[in-house]
Nanobody, 125 residues
Framework: QVQLVESGGGLVQAGDSLRLSCAAS????????VGWFRQAPGKERAFVAG????????YYADSVKGRFTVSRDNAKNTVYLQMISLKPEDTAVYYC??????????????????WGQGTQVTVSS
């Protein structure tokens, strides 16, 4: 069982940076893969990035490649999403999600068993 809490969202201007955190409670967090998803108003939840249990494998949606970086610190039970060069179209509620070992498919939300409550990111133009 894993509980996830996101933080770090906020209101920024286009071109700014933000770092989101996903703090996990529960044991053996280093055996869970983590994905970041986002949901904009009126849109479906979409995959943003994913990271394997050790942090050695990372995956990104095409829309964020080169701008977002996912990382993890297993000693702190935390996964990060560093976002730079933010755009208004990045505005969404950002969620982290976890699954034991690895999801069947990184990019589909049904591959994850545990979800945080989300954190709002708003990018103004």
């Amino acid at each position: 069982q894993v509980q996830l809490v996101e933080s770090g969202g906020g209101l920024v201007q286009a071109g700014d940076s933000l770092r989101l955190s996903c703090a996990a409670s529960g044991r053996f967090f280093n055996t869970y893969a983590v994905g970041w998803f986002r949901q904009a108003p009126g849109k479906e939840r979409a995959f943003v990035a994913g990271i394997g249990t050790s942090g050695g494998s990372t995956y990104y949606a095409d829309s964020v490649k080169g701008r977002f970086t996912v990382s993890r610190d297993n000693a702190k039970n935390t996964v990060y999403l560093q976002m730079i060069s933010l755009k208004p179209e990045d505005t969404a509620v950002y969620y982290c999600a976890a699954v034991k070992w690895s999801p069947r498919r990184w990019s589909t939300s049904d591959g994850y068993d545990y979800w945080g409550q989300g954190t709002q990111v708003t990018v103004s133009s």
